[in-house]
């Protein structure tokens, strides 16, 4: 191959990946979100890096702590089995378990902004139900 060739095909190769769109990035769900930012502090409580529920915490409102793998609400466990995103929508599938009982669930979430969101319910007796969620600086 010429000199030339090979100049046109590295410009030709720049270009073209210039033109590609950057790789999206997903939206970071980890961490502790509260249905009143107002009340993280009394909702959850760090030691060290773990984040959990404080004593009474469902008196002050609801909330999750999720990381890559799981979501934790003060009553049931969930592991997180598939994520799909599109646009400004997460849709979760777990497997949730609490002390009386197992389930396999989706949460379908609307992305607010970084630091909001509202979990849109789908269950037909529920329709038009959302909840919303701020992310708690802990």
Known sequence: MS????ARLCALLACTGALLPSQAKA???????ATNADQCSKIFVKKG???SFARFSDEFGGG??????A???????????????IGDSIELRALCASDIMTSAIELHLKIVDQDNISRIF???????????????AM
């Open 71 to 85: 979501i934790r609400g003060s009553a049931a466990h969930c592991v997180i089995k598939s994520r799909k995103e």
């Open 49 to 51: 890096n773990q984040i």
């Open 122 to 136: 789908t269950d037909p007796d529920m329709t038009g139900m959302q909840l919303s969620y701020s992310r708690c």
């Open 27 to 33: 939206f970071d769900l980890n961490g502790a979100w």
């Open 64 to 69: 999750f702590v999720a990381d890559d793998k």
């Open 3 to 6: 000199a030339r060739r090979t």
